[in-house]
Antibody, heavy 123, light 111 residues
Framework: QGQLVESGGGVVQPGRSLRLSCATS????????MHWVRQAPGKGLEWVAM????????YYVDSVKGRFTISRDNSKNTLYLQMNSLRAEDTAVYYC????????????????WGQGTLVTVSS | QSVLTQPPSVSGAPGQRVTISCTGS?????????VHWYQQLPGTAPKLLIY???NRPSGVPDRFSGSKSGTSASLAITALQAEDEADYYCQSYDSSLSAYVFGSGTKVTVL
């Protein structure tokens, strides 16, 4: 089934940067698309970004385009999210989740999920 | 504001049946994209409950079922149990946004 463990969250000032990591195990990481999904305190889920199995294709929600970068290291079975120019509205628990095989169909689901890492943007 | 609309809350007594609707549009559910459902227990990460409109992953009780028609989808929970108290989210894809989208979430309360 697979396991995902996020790390790198914390408190950061507006305008600063943070990099999240998602270490995976239990499945062939290099064969799957991967996603980041976030959840602001007391709010619903919001998809943030997706990367294809080989890193050649990346997609983002409009609100983070130009500020966030998703990447992966298939040799380390690890997914990353580089977050720059952080804003208060980026405060959320960030989850990594496995998507579909290879480039990931638009109709595919997210499973499994990590436990999440909290990012708080505040001065 | 979420692209997929769900009722904020539903409730039922133990043993009863409840349903949660998920309404999209012609660029999301109505465009043929599959709908998936997730259960989020308090303080935990979301867990896949239904995939591909009406399929249950192994380990999910058959009390949970999904359906899709037109621009909407539904999740039904029969024989409601106390352990079903959680937030439930639908998810699909929206071609006009080029983005994966979630519903606003529904809190299920067992009376």
């Amino acid at each position: 089934q697979g396991q995902l463990v996020e790390s790198g969250g914390g408190v950061v000032q507006p305008g600063r940067s943070l990099r999240l990591s998602c270490a995976t195990s239990g499945f062939i990481f290099r064969r799957y698309a991967m996603h980041w999904v976030r959840q602001a305190p007391g709010k619903g889920l919001e998809w943030v970004a997706m990367i294809s199995y080989d890193g050649s294709n990346k997609y983002y929600v409009d609100s983070v385009k130009g500020r966030f970068t998703i990447s992966r290291d298939n040799s380390k079975n690890t997914l990353y999210l580089q977050m720059n120019s952080l804003r208060a509205e980026d405060t959320a628990v960030y989850y990594c989740a496995r998507g579909g095989p290879y480039s990931g169909s638009s109709s595919y689901w997210f499973d499994p999920w990590g436990q999440g890492t909290l990012v708080t943007v505040s001065s | 504001q979420s692209v997929l609309t769900q009722p904020p809350s539903v409730s039922g007594a133990p043993g009863q049946r409840v349903t949660i609707s998920c309404t999209g549009s012609s660029s999301s559910i109505g465009a043929g994209y599959d709908v998936h459902w997730y259960q989020q227990l308090p303080g935990t990460a979301p867990k896949l409950l239904i995939y591909g409109n009406n399929n249950r992953p192994s380990g999910v009780p058959d009390r949970f079922s999904g359906s899709k028609s037109g621009t909407s989808a539904s999740l039904a929970i029969t024989a409601l149990q106390a352990e079903d108290e959680a937030d439930y989210y639908c998810q699909s894809y929206d071609s006009s946004l080029s983005a994966y989208v979630f519903g606003s979430g529904t809190k299920v309360t067992v009376l």
